[in-house]
């Protein structure tokens, strides 16, 4: 249902305030839609180990890897962007090299006002736009993009409306114009926001979609409520934990399994899930964008199985 | 040598010795609260501290039970949070507004009332000053001189921007410095960008090719607001270098500190390694990582003295067994990889356990500074005899 509408599109952008595993929940996303049998990109920011990490297969580069088979990962360095950018516009190498080796050109593009966040998004349209030789199918069924959590994730879809306003004319300007249309389409590109079941966690995601709304135009297609405790204990399961902690019992529930300390751990199990409940419900009520739970997972680490376990769990909801 | 001071009480004396201190941590970890937390513990025991944050969703103002924070120092009222704090001990807050910042710093340095208006009317000053990534450390770093140039101020704990990368916060004066040192200003301030002089008569043939090629890439327009832009900034380079100089040595100075705060998985501990390393490398004057939000062991903090089988219903020992068992595989993976950190660094972290319920006012605050130390705010005993 939610990945139904999600991959109507061709684009998907997460966000969300950092730590809410905007990187775990994009790449079960991208594995999913694999498991559709679509050809899929994950775009990394400036990240190169994530997605690797994730999914296995070598830290992402300037060029898209496969790493499963019809799921290919890429790195956007904005300053490897901005040379190719230069490389296809500026035809000639004499020409390219000299541009490109120049320290004024270097200094100049670390320095220039949000030139970075543009090249990475044109480069991103210029992904969804791309089309195959001689189908002239779209090269990539979905795009999923991890945005970068620099200050608040909306800083960086801002920077286009800030640059739109900024330079009426030429070809950034113009480009700059496509890019937040290319955003604001409902119809190609769908804005993810992810969540943790927390109080600072969910103040932002609702003031992010507020704001994605009122002032970027676009409107959030679902929230992702990630690292959720969901109930396991039945209501007498939970008067039962109550009473033998009230009583003090003592023994071993089975072999390494004290029941003094199964009972704290359930009982901070039923606290959680709580937690997550109520905020579940907050988000439920302000927000009318489709929400997605995903479980909290208690593993050594979150490698492929776990994300293929995300990724049933989105195809599920 | 002076026998080395446990974590917590190297901490303790950096609350109530030193002048300012930094928070770093990527974004998501409790860094606000962390350093929300530490302010507080320092106001109470007795210092006068200042809390700034620069976090644009205002999570500060949450933490202490706050609906809003502004860009103007506000007084706390720790009167709520029994017991008063010691003597001379008060609290302030406050959120770093870029945008306001730097429209101050521009009506503060510019020589004239025309270079400011230049400035504050810059199309691209207007619009994207404040949406920059890089603006919040630079805004950061200067409002992090002025404050501590105030002695209404014993100490000032500085929260940083949520990065993915802790260091971004530390290299910003680096950076600005460097950009004004080069040669891409003069570049930008020649003459043959500047509004009306763009007639392409460029000396050199070379220069010309250079023109044409970046109105190719950029577009002429672009570049002329922008070195308009950076023209509008002229006659204010040298105070901003000489600023960012004087934050760089502030930083590595025996009164300032730093403070890394971390996730405890051992993705985020590795970070925090690297970390620790650059900020030596730097001569930053490291004091203590937090390592927030770790999750304990059950079994570790009840003892259960029988070994006979619990009369349990079989349904409910089955999902007893697996919470415990869920909670302990992660308090394990966790406590391995703490203990990496501490062999790596050679500094033990303060820890502080995963909370059951979120942190939104004072008295959560008081707690968390309660769980990291193992103790509630120190009283110096010099005030305890004045009274």
New interface residues.
């Given amino acids: 249902m939610l990945l139904d509408s999600l991959f109507s599109r061709r684009l998907v952008f997460l966000t969300g ?4 595993g905007k990187s775990v929940v994009g790449a079960a996303v991208a594995v999913a839609a694999r498991e559709r049998g679509k050809r899929v990109l994950l775009v990394e920011v ?2 190169p180990l994530e997605a690797a ?1 994730l999914l296995g297969g070598p830290p992402s580069g300037g060029r898209e890897t496969e790493v499963l088979s019809g799921l290919f990962t890429v790195n956007l360095d904005p300053a490897a962007v901005m040379d190719e ?2 490389r296809h ?2 035809k000639l190498e004499m ?1 390219t090299r000299r ?1 490109l080796e120049s ?2 050109y270097r ?2 593009f ?5 030139l ?2 543009l090249m990475v998004l044109g480069k991103i349209m210029v992904l969804e736009e791309a089309r195959a030789r001689f189908s002239q199918k779209p090269l990539w069924d979905l795009i999923v993009v991890d945005a ?5 994730g909306l ?2 879809l ?2 286009p409306l ?2 739109s ?9 113009h480009n700059v114009r496509r890019v937040l249309a290319l955003l604001r389409d409902p119809r190609r590109t769908a804005l993810v926001v992810v969540a943790v079941p ?4 969910v ?2 995601a609702v ?1 992010f979609h507020g704001l994605a709304k009122e002032e970027l135009k676009i409107e959030p297609a679902a929230v992702v409520l990630n690292a959720c405790h969901e109930r ?2 039945t209501d007498e ?1 939970e008067a ?2 109550l009473r ?1 902690t009230t009583e003090g ?6 072999r390494d ?10 009982r ?2 039923i ?2 899930r709580k ?1 997550t409940r109520f905020y579940r419900d907050r988000l439920r009520r302000t927000l009318d964008a489709p929400l997605v739970s995903l479980p909290f997972l ?4 979150v490698g492929l199985d776990e994300v293929r376990l995300l990724a049933g769990k989105l195809e599920a909801a | 040598m002076a026998p080395r001071l446990s974590p917590a009480a190297a901490l303790e004396r950096a609350l109530a010795t030193r002048r300012i201190l930094v928070a770093c941590g990527s974004g998501g970890v409790g860094k606000t609260t962390a350093a929300a937390a530490l302010a507080l513990r320092a106001a109470r025991s007795g210092r006068r501290v200042l809390v700034c944050t620069i976090d644009p969703s205002r999570r500060l103002a949450t933490s202490l039970g706050l609906n809003q924070l502004s860009g103007r120092p506000r007084g706390i009222d720790l009167s709520r949070l029994p017991p008063p704090p010691a003597r001379g001990g008060a609290l302030w807050a406050m959120v770093l507004d870029v945008k306001s910042t730097f429209d101050a710093l521009v009506t503060r340095y510019t020589p004239d009332v025309a270079a400011r208006g230049r400035i504050l009317g810059n199309r691209f000053y207007r619009h994207i000053s404040a949406a920059l990534a890089g603006s919040h450390e630079y805004m950061a770093m200067e409002k992090l001189l002025e404050l501590t140039e105030d002695r209404r101020w014993d100490l000032v704990v500085l929260d940083t921007p949520p990065t993915r990368h802790a260091l971004d916060f530390l290299e910003a004066p680096d950076r600005l410095m460097d950009f004004l040192d080069t040669s891409v200003l003069r570049w930008f301030l020649r003459p043959y960008f500047v509004a009306g002089r763009l007639t392409l008569k460029v000396a050199t043939r070379t220069g010309a090719l250079a023109i044409r090629m970046a109105d190719r890439f950029l577009g002429l327009q672009f570049l002329q607001d922008l070195s308009e832009f950076f023209l509008a900034f002229e006659s204010m380079y040298d105070g901003f270098k000489e600023r960012a100089s004087r934050v760089h040595a502030l930083l590595r100075e025996a009164s300032s500190g730093f403070v890394m705060v971390a996730g405890p998985s051992p993705l985020a501990l590795e970070e925090a390694l690297y970390f620790h390393r650059r900020l030596t490398e730097k001569g930053m004057p490291f004091v203590a990582f937090v390592v927030n939000r770790v999750h304990s062991d059950p079994a570790r903090e009840v003892r259960s003295r029988r070994r006979e089988r619990a009369d349990v219903p079989l349904a409910l020992a089955a999902r007893l067994s697996e919470t415990l068992r869920e909670q302990q595989v992660l308090a394990r993976a966790e406590r391995r990889a703490v203990a990496r950190l501490e062999v790596d660094t050679r500094e033990r972290p303060l820890l502080v356990p995963e909370l059951d319920h979120d942190i939104h006012d004072l008295r959560g605050l008081a707690e968390f500074g309660q769980l990291a130390f193992g103790s509630p705010a120190p009283r110096p005993r010099a005030t305890a005899v004045a009274r």
């Fill in positions: 305030k950092g730590g809410v400036a990240a990490r950018y230069v516009v500026v020409f541009i320290p004024i200094r100049f670390a320095a220039a006002p949000g970075e966040e970068p959590a620099t200050g608040h800083a960086f801002k920077v800030a640059a306003a900024a330079i009426p004319a030429g070809p950034i300007g927390e109080e600072m966690a103040v932002e003031q396991r204990f399961d039962e934990v033998l019992a003592t023994g071993d529930v089975e399994v004290p029941l003094p300390a199964a009972l704290r751990a359930a901070r199990q606290r959680r937690l208690f593993r050594e680490a």
